[in-house]
């Protein structure tokens, strides 16, 4: 995170970097990206920004995401979202959720443990308030497994306005960004399915477009506004989970973060491609 702070001051001087931190001891902090109530970081986050002496008092600010941390600030922005976000830039993250757990190492028994808890109890009120991959985990092979998700989700139902009652509140705010750019990385096999970067829905071997989707269509989050702005930037890059990701870093920050005034080009080539989102 260090070097990321020393990045974005490099390319435009004299921005100020916060570093996000759910807890002070980094041992702690560290731990919180596996365990805990992803609502209740959140909140804390809120709660943080919103009375920080420097970003309370901005303009705007611009955010960036690094794989999980890319939802979980996507959460910030719909339910707080002050100060506001301007550029959301997100790198492997699990917007659309997880299909499966991540593999543990041979003799990793916490690991295996943990995920044994998750698979076989993942919808438990102990999971979902507790263990971090859980409360983005989205599996709609059935309608039943469906159903599951919708009543037992802690996080990801929720910040993706997929139950019966819609939050305006969530769309208003999503829609405010200038730039919302996710980055998919092209032979990630950490995030499953990987098209999840792009709030693309994987079923069985088929992969329906977020552009496709009743999410976008009747735009639970603002997304199809967003798009019709020229806001939502799709990108793609070889390589693992997270592979080069300072030379991604380098290219986003320069393109969508830096001084408040700064102006961006659309990502709509011209005004065909408008008339297609109509």
């Not at 020393?6 to 759910?22: N, Q």
């Not at 560290?30 to 970081?41: E, I, L, P, R, Y």
């Not at 290219?251 to 008339?275: A, I, Q």
Request: hydrophobic share 35%; with cysteine.
């Amino acid at each position: 995170m260090k070097s990321i702070q020393a990045l974005a001051e490099d390319i435009h001087p004299g921005t100020f970097v916060h570093i996000i931190a759910i807890d002070e001891d980094p041992s702690q902090d560290q731990m919180a990206t596996f365990k805990g109530n992803v609502s209740d970081q959140v909140s804390k986050v809120c709660e943080e920004l919103a009375k920080h002496p420097i970003l309370s008092t901005a303009p705007a600010i611009d955010a960036i995401g690094i794989s999980q941390g890319g939802q979980f600030l996507r959460g910030y922005v719909e339910r707080c979202n002050w100060p506001q976000v301007r550029s959301l830039v997100t790198f492997g993250s699990q917007h659309n959720g997880i299909i499966d757990f991540r593999s543990c190492g041979a003799t990793d028994w916490l690991c295996k443990g943990a995920m044994a808890l998750m698979r076989f109890g993942t919808w438990s009120k102990l999971v979902q308030s507790s263990l971090v991959p859980a409360q983005y985990y989205r599996n709609p092979a059935t309608e039943a497994d469906y159903n599951k998700y919708l009543e037992n989700s802690n996080f990801l139902a929720d910040i993706n306005n997929e139950r019966e009652f819609k939050n305006e509140k969530y769309k208003a705010n999503l829609s405010k960004l200038t730039n919302f750019v996710m980055w998919m990385f092209e032979d990630d096999d950490l995030v499953i399915p990987k098209e999840s970067s792009w709030f693309e829905e994987v079923n069985g071997t088929e992969v329906i477009p977020l552009r496709a989707r009743e999410l976008y269509h009747e735009d639970w989050l603002g997304l199809r506004e967003l798009d019709r702005n020229g806001g939502l930037r799709f990108r793609s890059a070889p390589g693992k989970h997270l592979e080069n990701l300072y030379e991604l870093l380098n290219e986003t920050v320069t393109n969508y973060c830096g001084p408040w005034k700064r102006t961006f080009e659309s990502d709509m080539e011209d005004s065909w491609d408008r008339l297609e989102l109509i």
